[in-house]
Nanobody, 123 residues
Framework: VQLQASGGGLVQAGGSLRLSCAASGRASSRYIMGWFRQAPGKEREFVAAIGWNAAVTYTADSVKGRFTISRDNAKSTVYLQMNNLKLEDTGVYYC?????????????????WGQGTQVTVSS
């Protein structure tokens, strides 16, 4: 499975961005899909994840109410809608895919990773 993340950019605080992650490869629609981010000098952290049929989602407390994860299996694409962006949301955002339905917040549970897309929030 190959993942291609896009949609990052520079936005003012309070603004919005929508990230996309296009997946290619067999059975990618059956994978758990997640978004992680990494700020300079910090460890990679979980942002959100979604089950293969989009019935279940899980979002980190730090972005709850502002970020929404969704997926369109017909397009093999996962989205992260980010609203009311804050300075602390700045970082490189990675999408990831997991074959096993286990611990969604643990980066080690994911088997495939995209290249990352930079999100910069300015004041």
């Amino acid at each position: 499975v190959q993942l291609q993340a896009s949609g990052g950019g520079l936005v003012q605080a309070g603004g919005s961005l929508r990230l996309s992650c296009a997946a290619s490869g067999r059975a990618s629609s059956r994978y758990i899909m997640g978004w992680f981010r990494q700020a300079p000098g910090k460890e990679r952290e979980f942002v959100a994840a979604i089950g293969w049929n989009a019935a279940v989602t899980y979002t980190a407390d730090s972005v709850k109410g502002r970020f929404t994860i969704s997926r369109d299996n017909a397009k093999s694409t996962v989205y992260l809608q980010m609203n009311n962006l804050k300075l602390e949301d700045t970082g490189v955002y990675y999408c990831a895919a997991a074959k096993a339905d286990s611990n969604w917040v643990n980066a080690h549970e994911y088997d495939y990773w995209g290249q990352g897309t930079q999100v910069t929030v300015s004041s």
